[in-house]
């Protein structure tokens, strides 16, 4: 194994660690905070956004107030800073973050950190590693969402994980690696979780394919690189990968002297493997890389909660695996508590191979950010079968309810629901029931019997399908809609997936699936709070699906998402009766084919998706907004004629973020009006009325953020794909 070798300006071959920094014109280094006696509230400096969700709290809230009503719709473009130029990405989701005078941001599939100069968009320093084939085969092989930031007053560092899974603590002034921190600046984080590292080796030149075909495996004695075909072993070490895949697709989150990280996993659309590495929480000292603790998110045999994977949790054992915090997290520095949004477990949609309420899988697990003590855990779905991880940062809050002063975390989930509990004892603050649900009739799943149903805040997306949420313009209408719903599974909530063929005990080929697996609430979008009036501001998605399950006739699995994995490598063997049929693509293409008579949604318009206003003092819903506006419907179809249609509302997912009057909010990738150019909206905080809207190069592809920066307030967001990522910055013209 290689440590990294630093150097400026020019760039290595392939070596596992190879770094390159390069620096552009002289960095001017600011007095730290101690020294300039900046006040820090929620880990943030007001006028800065310090962490991914703007402070530890993740409200996405800044309290400037030079962009208003009066002036939203004169702001123009500062700069663009074309992140395309350092290499693609799939798209550009990157948040980045304002800490003492720098921009902080990362790019490139690579996930490259760089820091930009506020005031006009260029490069200050960027720092760039190679990890080999442990890039190659990342499953989240993305630019991430951002960094992390810390600073003791006087030293600042930027903290990065990587896509091959390693931690780099870079200086945040220079952009050289800390040399104190781990070896030469760098922590291969496939170190500590109990596996020897081994040689690895890959057979193609590709990407890992989704789920985890294709994959890294162990190198053979004496296996060297081949640089002709681009296979063999590299070099490069990790852990075994018969023991599954391992990653990361989130920053993690500074609290105090600790950076708390934890990992994600492949996709778990449609797996090969019947078990999978689990997911983990781990603090490290943020001076050294030493690693302090770990939490594990799947409890190991004679661990709390390892009763709920009633036939064994043991790491290797068929149906374990999963359950990675992948998403984004919050903190609360005064507890020393860190809030940790856990994954689901092994296989999106079908649960045979694990029975149990499978913990933490689906929770909200409270730590101790010094120890990784437990302090408390709620679980949101109980042995997922939807694909519903908890996707996004919980928001935290202090408000009065009833009278009483109270520290509260709102969670937003794909399920469309808002789960409300006390933050230092993870009790609800309005009742969450326990309900019974639909049970599964597909062959060896075990459903469990309630799902935890909050009684309030109102859902904000379409859930489940049931007849009176059918168009009923007219009587044929209403009948046509009725007679397509009712050829899926139909149910208030948590619908399992049917079978294909129609094998199981009802005779459903398809289910109903809403919300869907982007929610809801996914991670690209989102919610933001409000500090001061006690509000979050959701924003999310709404639609409706179907889901069906069948034998991938190449997996361990019994059943899995429509696939086939047949002659992929890492598949099992093609069985002799083997026919073509499933797809490489899978089922997700199609699912939302069917929903419809003549272009007309068989659902009746709702205020659900769009932009959402909360008071978290009542739980109350307090105003709503479509994403963009509004899509005006027509239809040809003759069991239409004489009915005025109502607009729909557009999809996607709002990326929402609130200052001291406004909400501001861009459409997303998929989101807004079609044929409406791409917009900033910005809309009063109390109404929901619009109050601005200026047009953009591009629509945004992540949350926006702002900051002060000498005297002028600035708004920031990534947008593209490709080779075309960047960040735009608008500001006030003089």
């Known amino acids: 194994y290689r440590q990294p070798e630093l150097f400026f300006n020019r760039t290595l071959g392939i070596t596992l660690a190879a770094c390159t920094v ?145 931690l780099y603590s870079i200086d945040a002034a220079t952009g050289k690696p800390d040399p104190a921190f781990g070896k030469n600046g760098v922590v291969d984080l496939e170190e500590g979780l109990g596996f020897p590292l081994v040689p690895l080796a890959v057979d193609d030149s590709g990407p890992l394919i989704i789920s985890d075909a294709a994959p890294l495996r162990k190198a053979k004695p004496g296996e060297k690189w081949d640089p002709v075909t681009k296979t063999g072993a590299d070099g490069s070490v990790g852990i075994d990968p018969a023991h599954g895949e ?172 808002v789960y409300v509990l006390d933050r230092e004892t993870g009790v609800p603050v309005w009742p969450i029931v326990e309900t019974p649900v639909l049970q599964s009739d597909v062959p060896g799943e075990e459903t469990w019997p309630t799902q935890p149903i909050p009684s309030k805040p109102a859902p904000y997306s379409q859930q489940g399908l049931l007849e009176s949420d059918l168009i009923d313009y007219t009587p044929a209408v209403k009948d046509s809609a009725l007679k397509l719903a009712q050829r899926c599974r139909m149910g208030p909530y948590f619908i399992p997936a049917s079978t294909t063929d129609g094998t199981g005990k009802y005779g459903y080929k398809c289910s109903w699936y809403a919300p869907g697996a982007s929610g809801g609430v996914n991670i690209d979008g989102g919610t933001a709070a409000d500090p001061d009036n006690g509000w979050i501001y959701v924003g999310g998605q709404s639609g409706l699906s179907t889901t069906q399950l069948q034998k991938d006739p190449c997996s361990q699995f019994r059943y899995s998402s429509v696939h086939d994995s047949c002659g992929l490598i890492g598949a099992m063997p093609t069985p002799p009766d083997y026919k073509p049929g499933g797809g490489r693509g899978g089922g997700f293409e199609n699912r939302a084919n069917g929903t419809t008579i003549g272009g007309v949604s068989i659902l009746k318009p709702k205020e659900y998706g769009g932009v959402t206003g909360y008071d978290m003092k009542t739980g109350d819903k307090k105003w709503w907004i479509p994403n963009g506006g509004f899509i005006p419907v027509t239809s040809n179809d003759p069991l239409f004629a004489g009915v005025k249609l109502p607009p729909r509302t557009p999809g996607g997912q709002p990326q929402v973020m609130n200052t001291k009057s406004l909400v501001v909010y861009g ?64 500001t006030l013209p003089k």
């Open 246 to 417: 391992i990653a990361n697709s989130s920053p993690g989150i500074v609290v105090g002297d600790v950076f708390v990280v934890g990992n994600s996993s492949i996709h778990g659309y449609y797996p090969i493997k019947l078990h999978n590495l689990p997911g983990y929480v781990r603090g490290f000292d943020i001076r050294t890389g030493k690693q302090l603790w770990k939490f594990n998110l799947i409890p190991q045999p004679g661990e709390p909660g390892a009763e709920t994977w009633t036939k064994g949790s043991k790491i290797d054992s068929d149906g374990v695996g999963k359950n990675d915090p992948w998403a984004t997290w919050s903190a609360d520095p005064a507890l020393g508590m860190v809030y940790v949004p856990v994954g689901m477990p092994l296989m999106d949609e079908y649960g045979g191979h694990r029975p149990g309420a499978n913990l933490y899988g689906n929770s909200v697990v409270a730590l101790d950010a010094k120890t990784g003590k437990k302090k408390w855990h709620y679980q949101l779905v109980h042995h997922d079968i939807w694909d519903y991880d908890v996707p996004m940062a919980p928001n935290l809050l202090d408000v009065t309810i009833d009278g009483k002063p109270r520290k509260i975390l709102a969670q937003t989930t794909k399920q469309g629901w």
């Open 22 to 166: 390069m620096v552009a014109g002289a960095i001017g280094v600011t007095r730290g905070d101690a020294a300039q006696g900046k006040a820090i509230v929620r880990g943030n400096v007001p006028g800065e956004w310090r962490y991914w969700g703007a402070d530890a709290w993740s409200t996405r809230y800044s309290a400037l107030d030079q962009i208003n009503a009066r002036n939203f719709d004169s702001l123009q473009v500062a700069w663009t800073w074309k992140a395309g130029d350092f290499g693609e990405d799939e798209y550009y989701r990157t948040t980045p973050l304002f800490a003492n005078g720098r921009v902080l941001t990362v790019a490139t599939t690579r996930r490259y950190p760089i820091a930009i100069d506020p005031s006009n968009g260029q490069t200050l320093w960027s720092f760039k590693f190679d990890e080999g084939i442990r890039w190659q085969k990342a499953p989240r092989q993305f630019a991430g969402r951002g960094l992390s930031y810390w600073t003791d007053g006087t030293k600042e560092r930027v903290l990065v994980v990587t896509p091959g899974y390693h």
């Open 667 to 730: 459409t997303g990738r998929s989101g807004g009006v079609p044929g409406q150019a791409p917009t900033l909206f910005a809309v009063d905080k109390m109404s929901g009325k619009q109050v601005g809207a200026v047009k953009i190069p591009s629509k945004t592809t992540a949350v926006p953020m702002t900051f002060l920066h000498k005297g002028k307030q600035y708004i920031v967001f990534a947008t593209g794909l490709g080779s075309s990522t960047a960040l735009v910055a608008l």
